[in-house]
């Protein structure tokens, strides 16, 4: 199955992997976790060896994009989701690897996947914009949101594009005294008014995973 492509256990298995990510992320004193700030490549997230291997082999078989149908990827996606959230957004997108694998996930993903991820990432939405690796999925996010309320009429999606720009036009200041912020709140600007997404790639050297997407 999927699992065995990317070391991930199967069924029961599974649970009891995700059970000892949280015991790692949330009861683990030995774990440092900083959820603010630019951050530095692995400064932000010093996830388990076990974790990170997850995540990386998940985002080869999401690269690869060798799916037999829309059912195998949405289980992918399903699974992926529960791992997210069971290890935590903000550590997730605060290393550099793992944020990378939220942003292959985002690509190609279903409205009813992006509708979650965005209920994850809305609660943190200005610190996300403001740190190194975290606003690159941010601002992926934004792209994707608003070209899938341009094929998809679902007020859902309507709705949570209007709860994710609020949380940023509330805090302009934040974002503005921030060149990740800043640069979040230009996409989501030129988003809006329906331009093209100018890139800068000094800044934005990961640009390439979701460059098509708007």
């Known amino acids: ?5 990317y070391g991930a256990p199967e069924n029961e298995e599974m649970e009891a992997f995700a059970s000892a990510s949280t015991e790692v992320v949330m009861g683990s004193d030995t774990v440092p976790v900083i959820i603010s700030g630019s951050g530095g490549r ?3 997230s010093d996830l388990p060896k076990s974790v990170l291997d ?11 994009e ?15 989701l529960e791992q997210i ?26 409205s009813a996947t992006l509708l979650e991820v965005g209920s994850l990432l809305l609660p943190n939405t200005v610190e996300v914009a403001c740190h190194n690796f975290a606003s690159h999925v941010l601002e992926l996010f934004i792209m994707k949101l608003v070209r899938e309320i341009y094929t998809n009429e679902r007020t859902d999606l309507v709705e ?19 060149p990740h912020g800043s640069y979040t709140l230009r996409v989501a600007l030129q988003v809006l008014g329906g331009t093209r997404v100018e890139v800068d790639k000094r800044k934005r050297k990961r640009w390439d995973i979701g460059q098509h997407i708007f």
Do not use: M, P
């Open 1 to 5: 199955g999927i699992n065995a492509e």
């Open 42 to 44: 692995d400064s932000a």
């Open 54 to 64: 997850y995540y990386i082999n998940i985002e080869k078989v999401l690269e690869r």
């Open 66 to 80: 060798e799916f037999d149908n829309d059912l195998e990827r949405g289980l992918l996606e399903e699974k992926l």
């Open 85 to 110: 959230k069971s290890d935590g957004i903000t550590r997730i997108l605060y290393h550099w690897d793992c944020s990378r694998v939220v942003e292959r996930l985002l690509v190609n993903c279903c």
């Open 160 to 178: 949570l594009a209007e709860q994710v720009f609020r949380k940023l036009c509330l805090d302009v200041s934040t974002l503005i005294s921030s």
